[in-house]
């Protein structure tokens, strides 16, 4: 059992006995029933008639106790209302002036609205009812006569571990997940208005394909077979492109048995969203116009300002092919290098690679080193070589390079789509290389899914894909720096 578990603090000591002594007085300190309520506290503050009756619910942040007349402000989801109490007005005065209340305790109130000689907008109590008994001290957070806060629960590693915590005493917290959720609202209105299908794929698969990463693996007891988390969806939605569905997206909860930093966590959403007898050019098309509408949406105008850069979102982006930009900012053009003169260019530039990386690796990492972090504005990084993409189409007139574009957005990857590989004997032979990666030692290497390619025989019709991290998104769009912050609840030490 953890420690912290074991060992209570005087005060929680003394809020136990507290309870001890409300359940002596015949009253539940956890009620089952129904707590009606007819106002919130952003309501009663601008609409609500003085002298009406008012019932409301919340937790109590302060409390200031007067003698006979107290005050106590209280916390609903909208903001704080203060609550005024006077013994000889309240039924059950009891339990509050006994000081067996605490500071975050969750309360009814049942009383009248009125204005205090400060011109104070307050509840006066007529009835107190308990609705939950809190155990252990909130954070006591100040905030003087100017606004500024004082003894704040700020302190990342508490905030992700105790994140409950967190929304009770940091408004800010819950204003970024409640925008998340209306980012993913907005994304999704979009797709159905129109005629986007959205579907649920397995998250059990027998071979972790669709991405170049490293799969948690697990064990199915009736079958007796390993199974693994799913690394992406991909391959599941491609067949149902095969199938006839020929616009399919989904939020997929996806999982990597990798690192954890601030753009990275092994459990992640991403959108995926698949569009039949469409190429790569048309998802830049597509994608420019949905991030143009998220920005206006979410902020009013097309641009939003992170940190001292300005991202500017009006269309089109910036284009520039890999190996251009590759050359660019290292001086070195690596189209049609081969590998060992790819290592050696690693080797002058500083790139640190290891002996189980191929070409496509390590290009991938010159540029995630040496370029990614230059791409303030939204820019297409495009036409990636053979190597690093094997689920996508040849390029139609680039030797040796694929259809596919990743979208970098301030230095990080928000995106990335392809003209989907169609052709089964071309996917097919892709897989086989991969496999000579993982037979030298990359546990990222692709492994060979013989049912996706049973299925590509069947015929999948010409098809543009894309997924698009959501959780990068959305550090994005609420101007987060850490993807710990867009995330109710990660994974730490």
Known sequence: ?????????????????KLSEIIKLGI?????????????????????????????????????????????????????????????????????????????????IKGFLFKTKSNNTTVHAKKIKLLSKCLRVLPHVKQDETGKVHDSFYESEQRYRMRYLDLIVNDKTKYIFIKRTKIIQYIRNYLNKKGYLEVETPILQSIPGGAIARPFITHHNALNIPLYLRISNELFLKKLIVGGLEYVYEFSRNFRNE?????????????????????????????????????VKIHNKKFIKIGDNIINFNIPFKKITILDSIKENTGYDLY???????????????????????????????????????????????????????????????????????????????????????????????????????????????????????????????????????????MLLTNKKCIQDVLFFTQMK
């Not at 059992?1 to 006995?17: C, T, V, W």
């Not at 109490?85 to 006994?98: A, G, M, P, Q």
């Not at 966590?265 to 509408?293: A, G, R």
């Not at 892709?430 to 990359?442: A, T, V």
């Open 336 to 474: 049609g290098m081969d590998e060992k003169n790819i290592i050696k260019i690693c080797k002058k530039i500083n790139v640190k690679i290891d002996n189980s990386m191929g070409k496509g690796k390590m290009i991938d990492l010159i540029f995630s080193e040496k370029c990614e972090k230059k791409y303030i504005n939204p820019t297409f990084i495009m036409d990636h070589p053979i190597e690093m993409s094997p689920l996508t189409k040849i390029h139609r007139s680039k030797k040796g390079l694929t259809e596919r574009f990743e979208l970098i957005i301030n230095g990080n990857e928000i995106a990335n789509s392809y003209s989907e590989l169609n052709d089964p004997i071309d996917q097919l032979k892709r897989f086989r290389e991969q496999i000579k990666l993982y037979n030298k030692g990359d546990n990222e290497a692709m492994l060979i899914d013989w049912n996706f390619i049973r299925s590509l025989e069947f015929g999948m019709p010409p098809c543009a894909g894309i997924g698009i991290g959501i959780d990068r998104l959305i």
């Open 1 to 17: 059992m953890n420690k912290n578990f074991i060992k209570l603090s005087d005060q929680e000591i003394i809020r136990r006995k």
């Open 259 to 295: 690192g954890i930093d601030k753009i990275h966590n092994t459990e992640f959403t991403i959108l995926e969203l698949y569009v039949s007898y469409k190429d790569y050019f048309w998802m830049m098309i597509f994608i420019e116009k949905m991030l143009e509408y998220l920005c």
């Open 28 to 108: 539940n300190p956890y009620p089952s029933e129904e707590y009606y309520v007819n106002a919130t506290s952003i309501y009663l503050m601008k609409f609500y008639e003085y002298g009406k009756n008012v019932i409301i619910y919340g937790r109590i942040l302060r409390m200031r106790r007067m003698g006979k007349a107290s005050f106590i402000e209280m916390k609903d989801k909208h903001g704080i209302i203060q609550i005024y109490l006077k013994r000889d007005s309240i039924k059950n005065y009891d339990i509050f002036f006994k000081k067996l209340l605490d500071i975050g305790d969750i309360i009814g």
